[in-house]
């Protein structure tokens, strides 16, 4: 039992970092960046490429995760940045720019598979009667790490807390003169970055493909509709409860229906509270 509990959080800390992206820049510019896949995929690619190149691994992975935000950054600066205004166009451009970034991955890589090797594939840690490995491990430690450092820079600093008040109310913001186009870019950025360590986190245990990130994407978005639209704590909470109840379904029931289980929770909670498990009638970022 608590062998399985500690998959599921495994599997929640990477729901929640790849959620918490997503819900970042839902909260700022309201729109469902299903693009972040794709971000994934040429993070995760970038990885691979220099590893294999010879870099250290380590220097290879902070490489990916720039190369992560760089990416996220231009699809807000090419295309989300021109239909701020528009929000019905918002999920086809989304989609189109995930299909653009998924394509170029499989034409620049191929559609074979990639093994990404890291430093510790072959670290077991064991402890009260728990077994997990360096890869999953290292999940949780990134995924912890990375989610107090934004946690950090929303509540402490002057960038944060202008991200949130756009989110709160856009035109207020603006008649503040806080400039709405830096705190676009600053979620898109954030959240690429974080886009990024999702990847460096999940690779290892897949493979590099163009379509990696797919079901990953889908998860984190019912992450999103639990945890409430906006809301970074609430996507780590979602984050945690689907994973903890995919980890416990898959195990106690079947690993073919793992993401149903999740689905399954989501229709359950929409029924008993249709804005999510932090439900709320103002968007925010916090």
Known sequence: MIQVLANGVFLGCLFAVVAVGLTLVYGVMEVPNFAHAGVIVLSAYATWSLSRAGVPFVLAALAGIACGGAVSVLTEV?????????PAAAPA?????MLILQNTALRLYGGEGKSLDTPYDTVLLEFGGVSLSGVKAALIVMAGLSL?????????????????????????????????????????????????????????????????ADEVLLSAFVV???????????????????????????AYVSSAYQSAFGFLMLVIILVARPGGLRATNARRVA
């Open 224 to 250: 999103v509709v639990l945890g409430g639209l906006g809301s970074v704590w609430g996507a780590v909470a979602g984050g945690l409860v689907l994973g903890v109840v995919e980890g416990l379904g898959s």
């Open 148 to 212: 107090v450092a934004l946690h950090l820079i929303l509540s402490r600093t002057s960038l944060g807390r202008a991200m949130r008040a756009v989110a709160q109310d856009r035109e207020a913001a603006g008649m503040l003169g806080i400039p709405m186009r830096r705190q676009y870019t600053l979620a898109f950025l954030i959240a690429g970055l974080l886009g990024g360590i999702a990847a460096i986190a999940y690779a290892p245990t897949f493979q590099v493909t163009p379509y990696m």
């Open 78 to 86: 090419l295309a989300y940045r021109w239909i701020i205004d528009k």
């Open 93 to 97: 451009v989304a989609l189109g720019l």
